[in-house]
C-alpha cells in the first residue's frame, strides 16, 4: 500500500516572502514564502499516488491495456512514487528547527508546545485514516515526530551520516526480501488481483463496511509502515542538518550547490527511479517489486533533491520566479488542509461514501482526474488565503499546540 508522498535544499533568494506565522502541517515559525510553494508543489505528486490506493488501482490491469494507462502508471511510479514524501518529510524536519527557534524567542517549553503539536497531527491523522484513507502519513509523522525530539542535540553533520545508514540499511533490507521473492514465488501469483477483489466489494459499502476495511488495511500495512518510517526519518534528519544551517534562510549562499544537487540527483535518481516503474508496470513482472523498491529507496532521494533545487532554481528568475511562486505558495499554506480534502474528494467518488467507482477507473483518467483536482486546489486556496490567515486543519492544529484560549 502507498503512503502519502513530500523537500530539499534552497537557493536564490531575491525572492523570499514577507515574514508571517507559519502555520503548516508542521508549525508556527517565520514563514518562508519558497517552503510554502514547495508544499503546494508536493500536493500534485502526493495526490497521483494516493489516489491509486483509494481509487483502487493495484498497478495495471490484466488483459489488454490502453496505452494511456499504461504510459500514466508508468509514468507515476517513476517520477512521484516515493519521492514526494521524502518533500515534504524533509520540511518537516527543517521546519523543526524553526520551531526550536520560536519557542526559544517566545520563551516557552520547546518540548511541551511541540508534543501538544504531535499529539494534535496524531488525532487528525488517525481520524483520516479510519474514515478516509489507510495510508494515512499523519500519525507517522507525529511518532517520528517524538523520535526527532529525543535527538534534537545532534550535530548537523551526525544527522546526515545517520540518515546515510538508514537508507543503506533498508536498501539492503528491501534487496533481501526481493530476492528471496524472486527465489520463491511463481511467476504470475495475481496477488494484486487477488486483493483488489477483496476490498472492491468493502469499499463499495456502507460507511461502515468502508471503515472496517480502512482499520484491517491500516494493521496489515502496519509492518510495511515501520520499514518506511525508516525513510521518513531519513529526510527529517536532512531537513533537520539543513535547519541547523539555515540553508532556506540564507539561500543566496547556496546557489552553487542547488545546480550541482539538480544534476547529480537527476543523474542519480532517474535510472533508478524508472528500474523500480519497470519492475512495478513493466515489463518485468511483479516478483520484482520489492527489488525495484530496494532501488527506489537508494536513489529516490537525490530525485526529490533535484525537484526541489530545480523548483527552487526557478522561482530565483524574477518575474516568473514570482508568479511560480505566488501560484503555489497559497496551497502549501494550507497543506495540511489540502491533503486532507484530497482524500475526502477522492472517497466521495471512488467509495460508497459517494459513487462507489473503487477499481472502475484505469490509471490514465485517474491521473487525468488528479491533474484537475490539484488544478482546482490551486485556485481555492489562492482565494482563500487571500482571506485568511490559516486553513480550517492548520488552525484546528495551531489550537491544539498552542491551547482553545488562543484567540486568533
Known sequence: MKAMEMPPLHLPGTLRGKPAPEAGMEGTAARIAEIDALRGFALLGICLVNAQVIAGVYGLPTGPVAVGDHVAAWLVTALCTMKFYLLYSFLFGYSFTLQMRAADRDGVPFA????????????????????????????????????????????????????????????????????????????????????????????????????????????????????????????????????????????????????????????????????????????????????????????????TAAYGCGLLLLMGRARFGRRLRDVLAPAGRMALTNYLLQSLVLALIFTGYGFALYGRVGPGALALGCLVLYGTQLLVARHAMAHARYGPAELLLRRITRGFSLGR
Not at 494534535?120 to 481520524?127: D, E, M, Q, S
Not at 548537523?156 to 540499511?169: G, M, N, P, S, Y
Not at 488495511?217 to 544551517?245: C, P, S
Not at 527511479?273 to 515489463?283: R, V, Y
Request: proline share 4%; with cysteine.
Open 112 to 303: 511541551r508546545r511541540h508534543g501538544r503539536r504531535l499529539l494534535g497531527l496524531f488525532l487528525i491523522g488517525a481520524a483520516h485514516a479510519v474514515l478516509l484513507y489507510p495510508g494515512d502519513i499523519l500519525t507517522t509523522y507525529a511518532a517520528l515526530g517524538l523520535v526527532l525530539m529525543a535527538v534534537r542535540r545532534l550535530r548537523a553533520r551526525t544527522a546526515l551520516r545517520v540518515a546515510c545508514l538508514i537508507i543503506a540499511f533498508l536498501t539492503a533490507v528491501f534487496l533481501v526480501i526481493g530476492v528471496l521473492t524472486l527465489v520463491v514465488t511463481e511467476p504470475g501469483s495475481g496477488a494484486a488481483t487477488d486483493l483488489a477483489a477483496r476490498d472492491a466489494a468493502a469499499y463499495r459499502g456502507g460507511p461502515l463496511d468502508i471503515i472496517r476495511a480502512n482499520v484491517g488495511l491500516y494493521r496489515e500495512m502496519a509492518g510495511g509502515a515501520i520499514l518506511y518510517a525508516g525513510h521518513l526519518f531519513a529526510a527529517f534528519l536532512v531537513g533537520f542538518a539543513a535547519g541547523k544551517h539555515r540553508v532556506l534562510e540564507e539561500p543566496a549562499r547556496y546557489t552553487v550547490w542547488a545546480k550541482r544537487i539538480l544534476g547529480l540527483g537527476a543523474l542519480i535518481g532517474l535510472p533508478g527511479s524508472m528500474f523500480m516503474a519497470m519492475c512495478e508496470n513493466g515489463p518485468l513482472d511483479d516478483r520484482f517489486a520489492y527489488v525495484g523498491r530496494a532501488f527506489g529507496i537508494l536513489t529516490a532521494p537525490a530525485l
